[in-house]
């Protein structure tokens, strides 16, 4: 079976956030909101996106950032993704594979568990 998609996480994956981790641990999302332009894409990840989408793949984030803060980022950086699996969507966060399956689901695409 070939490679159907990719399902990154957000912060500390896709972007660097690190300034705003004391208001994301305290769950402060307004605060974090109206922080957003200290949070920084990382190098080669608008070069690899456009790498998954031009092979065709889905692809998915998930993070344990509510989803208005998770499309705040990603629009910021005009990354659009085909599923977000975003805090209090599933049962488990991670590390637990539900964010993993649930975004499977999303994308139609099967998940090996």
């Not at 399902?7 to 994301?24: G, H």
């Not at 402060?28 to 200290?38: E, N």
């Not at 949070?39 to 065709?56: D, M, S």
């Amino acid at each position: 079976m070939s490679l159907q998609s990719v399902i990154f996480d957000l912060d500390q994956t896709l972007v660097d956030s690190s300034a705003l981790e004391p208001y994301r641990k305290a769950q402060l999302w307004d605060v974090v909101m109206g922080s957003l332009d200290q949070v920084a894409i990382y190098p080669g990840i608008t070069e690899l996106w456009q790498q998954c989408r031009a092979a065709n793949l889905k692809i998915a984030v998930f993070t344990n950032s509510p989803r208005r803060v998770c499309e705040a980022v990603l629009e910021r950086f005009n990354l659009q993704p085909d599923a977000i699996v975003a805090f209090g969507e599933v049962n488990f966060q991670k590390p637990s594979r539900a964010p993993t399956i649930r975004a499977c689901e999303l994308m139609g695409v099967p998940a090996y568990t």
